[in-house]
């Protein structure tokens, strides 16, 4: 069964989460078809150095093929979380998602942004709580991460602080992060204990739906 925008409840309740983080108050949900626009405009609201940290190039829109990608996904193999901001009438502030790699059903590359003036505000934290949580119950143990040297905020958020492997020509530092090793720490959030709960129990009902 199927409800708006073709998803079915589960998916529309897959880690829908609200969070209150440094005094905002936030609604964490799966990205929908229909959320284009609210991408579109996110990605106007970042800055140009913050759109090559998350594409590693210069990126002046989004096309609509790439919008497409974006928010037709299949939530298995590909999943993506919007942050919207309650008070503002539900202003998209944070995108994140990862995609399994092929061959590697275990691993999955993840990306993620906050648009310029909600940074630093523990909202990167909320994306990746969620995205962990997620893939955990999707049976992910790892994301693969590029990220520029000098991006230390997305470096402390996947733990790899100031160490890491060396950086490639363009900068480009590629890692790997053991979702389970970091599960523990994760924990003392409860936030994330909340997501946790959310996507163990969305699993569970794609489990007895055969989905
Ligand atoms: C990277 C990004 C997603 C982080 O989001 P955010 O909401 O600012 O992150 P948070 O406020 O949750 O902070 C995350 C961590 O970075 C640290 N941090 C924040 N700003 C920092 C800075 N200027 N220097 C060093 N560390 C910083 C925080 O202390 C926190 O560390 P902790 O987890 O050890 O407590 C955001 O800066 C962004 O969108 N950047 C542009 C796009 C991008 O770089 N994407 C990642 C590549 S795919």
Do not use: W
């Not at 969070?19 to 800055?47: H, W």
């Not at 950086?167 to 994330?192: F, H, I, K, W």
């Amino acid at each position: 069964m199927t409800g708006r925008d073709g998803l079915t409840p589960e998916i529309e309740s897959d880690i829908t989460t609200e969070v209150t983080v440094a005094g905002l108050r936030l609604l964490v949900r799966p990205i929908r078809p229909t959320d284009k626009e609210l991408l579109q405009t996110g990605f106007g609201a970042m800055s140009a150095e913050s759109r090559a940290q998350r594409f590693h190039g210069s990126v002046s829109q989004l096309s609509p093929s790439t919008l497409r990608y974006f928010t037709e996904i299949d939530y298995v193999n590909h999943f993506a979380v919007v942050v919207l901001d309650l008070e503002t009438d539900l202003t998209g502030v944070g995108f994140g998602r990862y995609i399994r790699i092929r061959d590697r059903p275990d691993a999955a590359e993840i990306a993620l942004a906050v648009i310029d003036c909600y940074q630093g505000r523990g909202i990167g934290t909320v994306v990746v709580d969620a995205l962990t949580a997620t893939a955990l119950s999707a049976g992910i143990d790892s994301f693969v991460v590029s990220v520029r040297l000098d991006n230390l905020p997305m470096r402390a958020l996947l733990g790899v602080g100031t160490g890491g492997p060396p950086p490639d020509n363009a900068g480009v530092l590629t890692y790997e992060c053991d979702l389970r090793s970091q599960d523990a720490a994760r924990q003392s959030r409860p936030m994330y204990r909340a997501f946790r709960g959310a996507a163990a129990e969305a699993a569970s009902h794609r489990t007895a739906s055969g989905g």
